[in-house]
């Protein structure tokens, strides 16, 4: 076919997220029955990626490390009919910024807008990552009692965009969860590269509203996406923490592997305070000072597999409306799951909370609603080191069958949020449970008796599906006083009442808080220009020292960290440190 606007450039021939691919000069994209026209004013290489970001994962295989793919024979379309068809859709689009898709079976067009890929080598930019001073801009929040400057409805999230088949950042499709009895849940993916592996990232919301979960799980999936790796700045410093000294935070600090784990992984170099590593600029608010951090422990598929001496995930980051937002949220997540890893493994019972004592009319309504659909939610007060709301949260089948047990949990200022925070995880879990675990039963089954075989994030929660698991959970379920009221456990608390009218100062409280028991907060700024187009931020926060949540049980940082010993005697909780035969060693139920 000859003219100016055809032949266009052949998708999925050659591997358009290369690093070393240029710009496109080509506005037609051709793949199969499909032309697509990138804006003119846009960059035609962003289009080409995105495409093949959603392509399936067998032909993103094959492009990406197969090696070149060969063309099955001559297009089928060539025909001055298509062309004349794609000169009238070219010129009529000539001065949008979308970008426009034509169906050469039956003409059809669609239109989408285009959203930028940052990591595009032919038009994206980073900054050199610079040390900064933080100065948190004023957060006021429609109401106390509320931790979000903004509903979510406020934020112009155009779902058709940011999912789409043919060039949506977060993956092809979004399911509504019909199935599920409890939730109007929506769920998501997308698949990221991390080094030579294409890993599936899930996303979703969990509301009574359908359009409501669309919007919740949107903004998690703008939360993931930040954390993969820093797409607005770009890394300055790789040096080792001798070199660096007290400007860095020690990696010892945030937890480690076993010997065991490094020896039985080859693949994987151990930390050594003496090798280089690459190192991000965070904010310390306690010594209010620039700190560094490694770079691994923020974005986690950004390092090669053998320079991930620890391999985190998205726990600590959180996305908001404000930096502040972001960082009260990421804070939160932090000491909710390092109070339950503390009691988890500490084996230590909890104070039961009584779900009908809430204030809240939506929590008593699920809790009933979870026991009409046959489950028993009960809550406990995990706190121990800090005076802040942590609640876990247990949906029980009240049979005692399959789906046996479903944790989830929530840390708030507002004791109220926290609870309504942990029945949101369980109550769309609890019901799904079942469907997903009976699908990988047998090899659950295997686990019961050798949690080496607990090796990803699914592998936890489903485990405890099992009847058979409940025994490793009965120190808190079993042999409880009575359940007290919301107010009553909670009526000595410190650090929460009369709660602020700005997220500043409730983040504020809360870093006071944890510097007075001896830790600091950190926190990395990782919001990506997509995210700052939108009015959003997002943060990566730690608390060295705290108890951080691993997935596979050789990866259990937990085990070797001195504070699964000393939190509960430096608590008042009990006379002595932890003794090694005391720790429960069993696998956490944590999704």
């Keep these: 076919m000859t003219g100016a606007v055809l032949p266009g450039h052949r998708l999925g021939c050659t591997d358009e997220r290369s690093s070393e691919a240029g710009a496109l000069h080509s506005r037609v994209l051709v793949y199969g029955r499909y032309i697509l026209l990138a804006p003119v004013s846009g960059c035609a290489r962003c289009v080409a990626r995105r495409w093949q970001a959603v392509r399936p994962t067998e032909v993103r295989e094959v492009v990406e490390t197969g090696g070149a793919t060969l063309e099955a024979g001559a297009w089928p379309f060539a025909n001055p009919f298509v062309e004349t068809a794609v000169r009238a859709v070219a010129e009529a689009t000539a001065g949008s910024d979308d970008v426009f898709t034509l169906d050469a079976q039956t003409l059809g067009v669609q239109r989408i807008r285009l959203i930028a890929d940052e990591e595009c080598p032919a038009c994206g930019h980073r900054d050199p990552d610079e040390p900064q001073e933080w100065k948190l801009a004023h957060s006021p929040k429609p109401a106390p009692e509320s931790f979000r400057v903004h509903a979510a409805s406020h934020y112009p999230l155009d779902a058709q965009s940011l999912v789409s088949p043919v060039c949506g950042p977060f993956g092809a499709h979004v399911w509504p969860d019909l199935s599920s009895t409890s939730t109007a849940a929506v769920v998501g993916m997308f698949h990221a590269r991390s080094d030579r592996m294409l890993r599936e990232l899930l996303y979703g919301g969990h509301t009574n509203s359908y359009a409501a979960s669309l919007r919740h799980g949107l903004l998690e999936g703008l939360e993931r996406h930040a954390g993969l790796r820093s797409t607005s700045k770009s890394t300055t410093v790789v040096a080792s923490l001798d070199d660096l000294g007290d400007e860095a935070v020690d990696p010892r600090e945030t937890g480690l592997y076993s010997d065991d784990f490094y020896g039985a992984v080859p693949f994987v170099d151990p930390f050594t305070p003496d090798r280089p590593i690459p190192w991000v600029w965070g904010w310390s608010f306690r010594d209010k000072r620039p700190v560094l951090v490694p770079e691994i422990s923020v974005y986690y598929f950004r390092s090669p597999l053998r320079d991930r001496f620890v391999q985190e995930c998205s726990s600590g980051c959180a996305i908001g409306g404000t930096l502040a937002e972001a960082v009260y949220h990421g804070l939160m997540e932090v000491l909710e799951r390092d109070a339950f890893l503390l009691a988890w493994y500490g084996g230590r019972p909890l104070p039961e909370i009584d779900p009908?004592?809430?204030?809240?009319?939506?929590?008593r309504m699920m809790v009933d609603r979870l026991e009409m659909l046959g489950y028993s939610a009960r809550f406990f007060d995990a706190r121990v080191t800090f005076d802040i709301p942590?609640?876990?949260?247990?949906?029980?089948?009240?049979?005692?069958?399959?789906?046996?047990?479903?944790?989830?949990?929530?840390?708030?200022?507002?004791?109220?949020?926290?609870?309504?925070?942990?029945?949101?995880?369980?109550?769309?879990?609890?019901?799904?449970?079942?469907?997903?675990?009976?699908?990988?039963?047998?090899?659950?089954?295997?686990m019961v008796t050798d949690f080496t075989k607990v090796w990803d994030l699914h592998d936890h929660p489903f485990l405890y599906a099992l009847p058979e698991m409940r025994q490793h959970a009965a120190f808190l379920l079993d042999g409880r006083p009575a359940a007290r009221s919301v107010s009553d456990t909670y009526a000595g608390l410190r650090t929460s009442l009369p709660l602020s009218d700005d997220i500043g100062d409730d983040l504020e409280m809360c870093v006071r808080a944890v510097a007075e028991a001896g830790f600091d907060v950190i926190a990395v700024d990782q919001t990506s220009p997509m995210q700052r187009d939108l009015g959003l931020h997002t943060a990566c926060v730690m608390v060295p020292g705290l108890l951080p949540i691993d997935f596979g049980w050789a990866r259990q940082r937990v085990l070797t960290m001195p504070r699964l010993r000393t939190a509960h005697r430096e608590a008042g909780v009990r006379a002595s440190d932890l003794s090694e035969e005391e720790i429960h060693a069993v696998p956490h139920p944590y999704p």
Excluded: H
């Design 356 to 363: 009908a004592t809430s204030a809240r009319p939506q929590t």
């Design 390 to 446: 942590v609640v876990t949260g247990v949906a029980e089948r009240l049979d005692g069958g399959f789906g046996t047990l479903t944790f989830g949990g929530g840390a708030s200022l507002d004791p109220e949020a926290a609870m309504e925070a942990a029945l949101c995880e369980i109550a769309s879990d609890s019901v799904k449970l079942v469907a997903r675990a009976r699908r990988e039963e047998p090899r659950l089954r295997s």
